[in-house]
T-cell receptor, first 118, second 114 residues
Framework: GAVVSQHPSRVICKSGTSVKIECRSLDFQATTMFWYRQFPKQSLMLMATSNEGSKATYEQGVEKDKFLINHASLTLSTLTVTSAHPEDSSFYIC??????????????FGPGTRLTVL | GDSVTQMEGPVTLSEEAFLTINCTYTATGYPSLFWYVQYPGEGLQLLLKATKADDKGSNKGFEATYRKETTSFHLEKGSVQVSDSAVYFCALKFYGGSQGNLIFGKGTKLSVKP
């Protein structure tokens, strides 16, 4: 099936630093990728929708200057958490939408990135 | 707004027990409904889906029927295995128009004991 990878799987950083998380669709092209945040015992909350070659669409309440999204190619989207603070510690999950014939319009999820800000 | 409510866990069962995880939704139209599963340390995987009323989705022994009259999509399995231990998410999605984003429930953790 379609595979989505995320890198890194875990990252620990100091408060005030920036962290970049990569999301790749390995065997399909994804014009649209989604970034979610998952809190303990909570649902996935959509942060933003990333469209290849254009600006991301952020959900209400998500700071676009803090969570920078770049979708420069059909297989790669990046999320940069700028000036990270302990409250940004969370599990970040991306998904990519396959518009190909095999699984039209289905979203495939990455394994997630655990961010811990000290 | 549109939302998904699923039973809170954790749910702990013995192997071969019957499983039901309740899911109800609130939506202004007629969404497609999904169950996703997240195994420990992995990303979400689509387990099954149903796109219209009375449709039954099934996969790996799991089933769920789209009930418009009760706005429900309960997940069932007749005999669970230890390998079914995971977190299960119910979700809805509208197609067409906007991006068609998934709206998730909070997830239900299932632990199956041998």
């Amino acid at each position: 099936g379609a595979v989505v990878s995320q890198h890194p799987s875990r990252v620990i950083c100091k408060s005030g630093t920036s962290v970049k998380i990569e999301c790749r669709s390995l065997d399909f092209q994804a014009t649209t990728m989604f970034w979610y945040r998952q809190f303990p015992k909570q649902s996935l909350m959509l942060m933003a929708t990333s469209n290849e070659g254009s600006k991301a669409t952020y959900e209400q309440g998500v700071e676009k200057d803090k969570f920078l999204i770049n979708h420069a190619s059909l297989t790669l989207s990046t999320l940069t958490v700028t000036s990270a603070h302990p409250e940004d510690s969370s599990f970040y999950i991306c998904s990519a939408r396959d518009l190909g014939g095999r699984a039209y319009n289905e979203q495939f999820f990455g394994p997630g990135t655990r961010l811990t800000v000290l | 707004g549109d939302s998904v409510t699923q039973m809170e866990g954790p749910v702990t069962l013995s192997e071969e027990a019957f499983l039901t995880i309740n899911c109800t939704y609130t939506a202004t139209g007629y969404p497609s409904l999904f169950w996703y599963v997240q195994y420990p340390g992995e990303g979400l995987q689509l387990l099954l889906k149903a796109t219209k009323a009375d449709d039954k989705g099934s996969n790996k022994g799991f089933e769920a029927t789209y009930r418009k009259e009760t706005t429900s999509f309960h997940l069932e399995k007749g005999s669970v295995q230890v390998s079914d231990s995971a977190v299960y998410f119910c979700a809805l999605k509208f197609y067409g128009g906007s991006q068609g984003n998934l709206i998730f429930g909070k997830g239900t953790k299932l632990s199956v004991k041998p």
